[in-house]
């Protein structure tokens, strides 16, 4: 049966009506904010954009409330002819992708340059050096990354002059046999890490004493902290100590062992042997190839006094002089360059 042409037109007048009132209703709720994070909030994972995101483009029009209002229904818009050139999409309109450099990486912040953002600023070499040594060709300034060892003898530190005279790491002093506590250690560990130095603690080991007491007497003082360098056992021998015993080679390394071994448990990391030549030449030569070592050597590059031995950190100087410390500083370098220092303090 044909129907009759009033109840079609009616029909079809209807179905444009409820076109154009969704599309209008879509339009508002568009300018909702997404419940979705963004890189403003959660954390980047590359260099931020040296302009962030949506500053160089035109402003938007402030967000209308959806469905809020108590007046009069605003007409529907799809209808409307728009007094924009055709083609040229509102700021509202454009992708936030496309509001991204194409090579993020290539636009990071000026003080930030090509550096991760989560690696931390490498500050050159200025120290001096109260009895200063030729090292030739092989000298440690050619080195990238410096820092520095104290203990109480340095008295108070101005650690951010410190820093910027070129310490990028500090190893304090912590404890020595089973039973001392250096009384600077709290403080100076303390304010190293306000600093932003890289810090870590060294243990002066006793030969009268067990290796576990003085492992347990370590950890009860030295914080088990999830960026601090690993712990170091400073062995050598020492006239001035309490202790002067001397034993066997075999011996000194079965004490050592036990005390690294409970470190290694309990800090996660592998401790780092400190020496002096005589101590290694008599112990150590040789022996503990798995373990870094930081090598003392103020006369000659580490490969001359300790052929063979790969290291980690060189103590070049015991009578270094820097701002911010009264009185002589031990320097030591880091066997690498700024890259090597990065990855190396990852990898902890």
Sequence with gaps: MRPSAVPAILLAALI????????????VLGNVPSPETTNAIAQPSGPIPAAAVGVSAPQASPPQQALSWAGQVPEPQALVPADRPVGMPLPTDKPVALLMPANPAGNAMPDVGTRSPTR???YGHRFRDAKPINFGSTSPRKLAVHGVDVSRWQGEIDWQTLRRQ????VYIK?????????????????????????????????????????????IRNVPREANALPPV???????????????????????????????????????????A?????????????????WLRSVAAHPSKVYPG??????????????????????????????????????SR
């Design 233 to 275: 056992i400073d062995v050598e021998w020492n006239g001035e100590s309490s202790c002067k015993r001397r034993i066997s080679p075999t011996r000194v390394r079965e004490k050592m062992q036990v005390f690294m071994d409970k470190l290694e448990r309990h800090y996660g990391q592998r401790p780092i042997i400190y020496t």
């Design 166 to 169: 070129g310490a990028n790491f």
């Design 174 to 218: 912590a404890t020595d046999g089973g039973d001392h506590l250096d009384p600077m250690f709290r403080k100076n560990w303390r304010r190293a890490k306000e600093a932003g130095l890289k810090h870590g603690a060294y243990h002066f080991f006793y030969w009268c004493r067990t290796g576990g007491e003085q492992a347990d007497w370590f």
């Design 16 to 27: 444009l009506s409820g076109c154009a009132a969704s599309s209008g209703a879509e339009d």
């Design 120 to 122: 931390g600023q490498i």
């Design 309 to 346: 031995r790969k290291w980690v950190f060189w103590q070049y100087s015991g009578s270094g002089l820097s701002e911010g410390v009264d009185g002589k500083i031990d320097l030591n370098v880091f066997n690498g360059n700024e890259s090597d220092w990065h990855d190396w303090v990852a």
């Design 277 to 293: 030549p005589d101590f290694y030449r008599d112990n150590l030569k040789g022996q503990l190839l798995d373990y870094p070592f």
